[in-house]
């Protein structure tokens, strides 16, 4: 994967949070001066202007879309006061957070998109190991993308860590990535970033639970930064799939589980993919 694509994923991981370029830097694994000069050749954004563009985006949309103050909205774009936020905002879009909540939509604003990563390639894909599971019950933070608009699923990550671990029912300390079909749809998909459960009685607000059947799947090992992921699936639906003679379960589509062999602060380390398969 390359320094702007971990940069770019650290971003999107950590937006809500303080970070400054030193962390950036770090994560990418560039020196500061060279991160800013090859981050701005390749994006065409700066990186302060970039993680700017894309917290007040988030702001912008949650001002229409949500009930929170104006102020519970700037602290969450990590800003320190109502006055810091509207100058930024203002400085942003050309309009204040307060006329942007009464017009009730942003079709007028340039919100900042996330830049799409592009994944490494990779040379071999190893041989998997196949599992039965029984069935199982997921509880999380669910979201639709469209195919290739998935530059978005780190922010779902970034919400959904500040519950893991203190989900009630939730069984082991693996994270969950799950993919779903949307039925009559062929542009969109499901993604939920979730943990395995064993009741749905007690949960936090917002989530939802999917069931999935108990079935065989063959189990795939990415190792490196995980948004170079779509490159091993690539090769698993493209090249191992279609040789392998098995053919891929109806649901869900695949999972990623992450275990302790995976740092969610950085990003890198082992990911495994899980797919549905039947003779």
């Not at 970070?19 to 500061?32: E, K, T, V, Y």
């Not at 779902?156 to 969950?176: P, T």
């Not at 003679?245 to 990623?256: K, N, T």
Request: include cysteine; hydrophobic fraction near 40%; aromatic fraction near 10%.
């Amino acid at each position: 994967m390359s320094a702007i694509g971990r940069a770019i994923w650290f971003i999107e991981s950590h937006s809500a949070s303080d970070i400054s370029l030193d962390d950036i830097s770090d994560a990418a694994g560039l020196s500061r001066y060279h991160l800013s000069r090859v981050f701005g050749l390749v994006t065409g954004h700066s990186i302060s202007g970039y993680l700017r563009g894309r917290r007040l985006s988030a702001a912008a949309l949650a001002l229409i879309g949500s009930s929170s103050s104006i102020l519970e909205v700037a602290l969450g774009a990590s800003y320190g006061s109502h006055e810091a936020f509207t100058r930024a905002f203002r400085d942003q879009f050309g309009i204040t957070p307060d006329a942007a909540r009464k017009q009730g939509h942003v079709r007028n604003l340039a919100l900042v998109e996330p830049i799409k990563m592009d994944p490494a390639r990779l040379n071999e894909l190893e041989e998997p190991r196949f599992e039965t599971l029984p069935p199982m019950l997921f509880a999380g933070l669910q979201e639709a993308y469209g195919y290739g608009g998935n530059a978005a699923i780190p922010s779902l990550w970034q919400k959904f860590n500040s519950y893991f671990g203190n989900i009630s029912g939730q069984r082991g300390n693996a994270a969950y990535g799950i993919c779903t079909h949307i039925q009559g749809e062929t542009e969109t998909f499901r993604y939920m970033a979730g943990a395995e459960v064993t009741d749905a009685s007690d949960l936090p607000e917002g989530f939802t639970t999917l069931k999935v059947p108990g079935q065989r799947y063959a189990v795939f090992t990415h190792r490196g930064h995980v948004s170079a992921i779509a490159a091993t699936m690539h090769h698993i639906f493209g090249t191992w799939l279609p040789a392998s003679g098995l053919q891929h379960a109806e649901m869900p589509d695949m999972f990623e589980r992450y275990d302790e062999r995976f740092d969610p602060h950085t990003g890198m380390g082992i990911t495994e993919i899980w797919i549905p398969v039947k003779e």
